[in-house]
């Protein structure tokens, strides 16, 4: 497993969770990394991103509730979201790289569910 998702959950609105995703060294060290959410009947939306240099980019839906950062001493990237909304109910996954690169994978997803 390249990427491994934990730390979804049900929450009430208003409270806060925080998703890690673990990643192998090979792939962390050279991936931008990412934060996509599919909810119900939607596709699947990139909700932040984190770049090596540590360049973020954020949803304009999650901006100013959500933090993304990445520990590169572990590996792991991690969604910081507070303030939940039910809005923001979903699975969500982790991303490296882009399409066209060799690091480029999906973590299996978490499920997020914020009860209003």
């Known amino acids: 497993v390249q990427l491994q998702a934990y730390g979804g959950g049900l929450v009430q609105s208003g409270e806060s969770l925080r998703l890690s995703c673990a990643a192998s060294e090979s792939i962390f060290s050279v991936a931008s990394m990412a934060w996509y959410r599919r909810a119900p009947g939607k596709q699947r939306d990139l909700v932040a991103s984190i770049t090596r240099g540590n360049s973020t980019n954020y949803a304009d839906s999650v901006k100013g509730r959500f933090t993304i950062s990445r520990d590169n001493a572990k590996n792991t990237v991690y969604l910081q979201m507070n303030s939940l909304k039910p809005e923001d109910t979903a699975v969500y996954y982790c991303?490296?790289?882009?399409?066209?690169?060799?690091?480029?994978?999906w973590g299996q997803g978490t499920q997020v569910t914020v009860s209003s």
């Open positions: 991303n490296s790289g882009a399409p066209s690169d060799w690091w480029n994978y």
